[in-house]
């Protein structure tokens, strides 16, 4: 399959914990997008890249938020001392060109007791 | 910055019935329109995109969406649903990003949750 692909699908930890995310683009896909989606709400734009480029992160919702994508092919997304409120489902996205057309994955469910 | 208004969060309809996804954006710059569907535990998948040009679009599975500028809404429309049309609903714009060209993220309304009914 040469969709974008997400790991973990599922994450279940306890407040104050860290926690990272993968995601992988589809090949050669040069933009790279994170998005939360809360339960009832469509997806939250958080950051993303150009290769290596992050190009905008001033929306990630907090410092404890932080996203790298060092060889401009997959990205993480780290969530530092989580709290109740992040639990959400995180999604990633690849575009190629001008991205006019995102490619989503299948999200990341994370629970945080 | 951009906002997105989906008036309806559910919308039943019966099959073979014609229905209309409202959607009202609000930017102050060039927006390019879009609609995604999200099928039970499924990922989001493009229906269809406005960037430029002709109002109305049409996409995947029967689905067409007009752009009104003097309105600001991209409704969507289908002539005929059917019951594999069951899903939610996203419409979502991106603005222009005058120094790297090209769209940025994109701003989601909250989605309508499109029930049919046979």
């Known amino acids: 399959d040469t969709g974008v692909s997400q790991d973990p699908r599922h994450k279940i930890t306890k407040r104050g914990q860290n926690v990272t995310f993968r995601c992988d683009p589809i090949s050669e896909h040069n933009r790279l997008y994170w998005y939360r989606q809360t339960l009832g709400q469509g997806p939250e734009f958080l950051t993303y890249?150009?290769?290596?480029?992050?190009?905008?992160k001033s929306r990630l919702l907090s410092d404890r938020f932080s996203a790298e994508r060092p060889k401009g092919s997959f990205s993480t997304l780290e969530i530092q001392r989580t709290e109740q409120g992040d639990s959400a489902m995180y999604l990633c996205?690849?575009?190629?060109?001008?991205?006019?057309?995102?490619?989503f994955g299948p999200g990341t469910r994370l629970t945080v007791l | 910055a951009q906002s997105v208004t989906q008036l309806d969060s559910q919308v039943p309809v019966f099959e073979e019935a014609p229905v209309e996804l409202r959607c009202n954006y609000s930017s102050s710059v060039s927006v390019y329109l879009f609609w995604y569907v999200q099928y039970p535990n499924q990922g989001l998948q493009l229906l269809l995109k406005y960037l430029s040009g002709s109002t109305l679009v049409k996409g995947i599975n029967g689905f067409e969406a007009e752009f009104n500028k003097s309105q600001t809404s991209f409704h969507l429309r289908k002539p005929s649903v059917h019951i594999s049309d069951t899903a939610e609903y996203f419409c979502a714009v991106s603005e222009y990003m005058y120094s790297g060209g090209g769209a940025d993220g994109l701003t989601f309304g909250k989605g309508t949750h499109l029930i049919i009914q046979p």
């Open positions: 890249f150009q290769n290596e480029a992050q190009l905008e």
């Open positions: 996205a690849s575009s190629i060109g001008q991205g006019f057309e995102q490619f």
